[in-house]
């Protein structure tokens, strides 16, 4: 399986501080996806990142891609409460992307 | 531009009776993929639609389930006989006409409950 798992299950911060969640997969990818999911809603696409690109940013997300080692991960600086929500890695050996279970992120004020 | 609509938000039905969940993509989007998601799991998928053609169904169970994106109208995802372990939220995600993998928009999901 070329399933996603995501590193920590869950996480809890305070608010300010950067949240760290890596995502590891089993074989080879054309790209990897991480998502955003609040309770009770849909995913929310974040970033996507090239199998030939090593570092990614967009506003406070900053996503790394290693492909030798099978592993990308998403650093949220400067954390807020609004951040509090589930976070997904996907990937995408062939055509159809596959979730992780996802971690679990809390942001105390 | 509306994004990926779904409905109903949320669904009840008891055992034995039949769920029909419905999505209409995003305006342009003429590739839809359906993904269920049990409490505090990922999202697992089921099937992936073009206009009038099933392109894969390796995640859809094999009996009750069965999925359909017509030339005109949205998709539907219906379970037949549904029991309880069809609980869950079901998801829709639609993406452009493109040759390779690209970005999925998400709708909001239908929660269906088997009582």
């Known amino acids: 399986s070329q399933q996603g798992e995501e590193d920590p299950q869950a996480l809890s911060i305070q608010e300010g501080e950067n949240a760290t969640m890596n995502c590891s997969y089993k074989?080879?990818?054309?790209?990897l996806q991480w998502y955003r999911q609040n309770s009770g809603r849909g995913l929310v696409h974040l970033i996507l990142?090239?199998?030939?690109?090593r570092e990614k940013h967009s506003g406070r997300l900053r996503v790394t891609l290693d492909t030798s080692k099978k592993s990308s991960s998403l650093l949220i600086t400067a954390s807020r409460a609004a951040d509090t929500a589930s976070y997904f890695c996907?990937?995408?050996?062939?055509?159809?992307?596959?979730f992780g279970r996802g971690t679990s992120l809390i942001v105390h004020p | 531009n509306a994004g990926v609509m779904q409905n109903p938000r949320h669904l009840v039905r008891r055992r034995g009776q039949e769920a029909r969940l419905r999505c209409s993509p995003m305006?342009?989007?003429?590739?839809v993929y359906w993904y269920r998601q049990l409490p505090e799991e990922g999202l697992k998928f089921m099937v992936y639609?073009?206009?009038?053609?099933?392109?894969?169904e390796s995640g859809m169970p094999k009996e009750r389930f069965s999925a359909e994106f017509p030339k005109e109208g949205p998709s539907i995802l219906r379970i037949q006989q549904v029991v309880r372990g069809d609980s869950a939220a079901y998801f829709c995600?639609?993406?452009?006409?493109?040759?390779?993998?690209?970005?999925?928009?998400f709708g909001p999901g239908t929660r269906l409950t088997v009582l």
């Open positions: 639609l073009q206009k009038e053609n099933i392109i894969d």
């Open positions: 996907a990937t995408d050996g062939s055509y159809i992307p596959t």
């Open positions: 305006k342009g989007h003429s590739h």
């Open positions: 995600a639609s993406s452009p006409p493109q040759g390779s993998y690209n970005e999925q928009f």
């Open positions: 074989t080879s990818i054309n790209n």
């Open positions: 990142i090239r199998s030939n690109e």
